[in-house]
């Protein structure tokens, strides 16, 4: 596996966590290894989200996914990593030099990246390019990979008013934008449905153009604090490497967590806190990865919307806690309400 480039250093909010994160300052390694042109093995390539590999989430989920790409296609996989506040520009030069190297697909892990998938994918017209999370940018070359995200919270916010003992829940989203809204809407959503008295405090983190609040736990910590203060006994982050700070904050309090995109409960960067980690909305970002790049090697590359919702389980809810498999009357809840949707009964919402 090639890495091209590294995240900045981000502080972490506990050892633990600390040891889970890339730290490297931001700077660019050197890639010496050879590109697939040149060895003749074929190869795929992500480019990472803010946050970077490392954050027990969504860029570790796509890991996972071309990880298993690497082992069961027996192809080479490259990975960059963003920097700290990086312009758009930086992301085009990303991209660009995955492409050239010949990998194919070239992934953007994150909707950050429409803007230069945008301009670099027309200049590579044979090679695939992969957004996850966006259908803002259309091509031929272009394959959208997105989630019905509110479905998965609508469930999680089922289990959150069930666990709940004090009828007052948290939601945490990293940055204030239309994706972290659909996990809002469809969490606040699911509890409302099951407890109409229930009480659910909303923070985001930070607001556009300061996407930050995907990559300091300190932040996630201190919000979890302030809705635990306010009598919230779960809590659900969507915020990227931030949540790590919410879960710590919220386990250290007994309260449970919720976690988002992989299943927390198994990450081992939040071994410490998986006690407390309820259950997770899980994202087959992995999944979505691995299809792709799959496609390209079988000759078909996907292009245009590919949509994974509760229907296909491109979206779910974890039950790696075995806390959670004691909760009879929760999992009840859980199950009709996924059967629901699935089924057309209730329409979730994408907007709070």
Known sequence: MRRITRIATVGLASAALA????????????????????????????????????????????????????????????????TEGESEAD????????????????????FS???????????FPNTTFGIIDDTSVTDKNIANL?????????????????????????????VEVPLIKKFEAGFTQGVKDTNPNAKVLSTYLTQPPDFSGFAKPDLGKAAAKGQLDNGADVIYSAAGLAG??????????????????????NQAGLAKYKDHILTSVTKDVSGAVYNLIKSVEDGKPQTSEVRYGLDK???GLADSNPEYKKMADLIAAVDKAKADIIAKKITVKTAP
């Open 19 to 82: 040891l889970s994160a890339t730290a490297c300052g931001g700077k660019k390694s050197s890639d010496t290894g050879a590109s697939p042109s040149e060895s003749g093995q074929k190869s795929a390539a992500i480019a990472y989200d803010i946050g970077g590999r490392g954050d027990q989430s969504f860029n570790d989920a796509a890991f996972a996914g071309l990880e298993k790409a690497e082992k069961d296609l027996k192809i080479k996989g490259a990975e960059a990593e963003p």
């Open 113 to 123: 990246y429409a803007p230069a998938i945008k301009k670099v994918a027309p200049k």
């Open 146 to 174: 997105v989630f019905n995200e509110e479905q998965g919270s609508y469930l999680a916010g089922v289990a959150a008013a069930k666990a709940s003992k004090s009828g007052t829940v948290g939601f945490i989203g990293g």
């Open 91 to 110: 992301k085009v030069q990303r991209l660009t030099e995955l492409a050239r190297k010949g990998n194919n697909p070239v992934i953007g892990v994150g």
């Open 244 to 265: 790590s700070g919410a879960i710590e904050a919220t386990a250290t309090a007994g309260k449970w967590a919720i976690g988002v995109d992989s299943d927390q409960y």
């Open 313 to 315: 389980n491109g979206v």
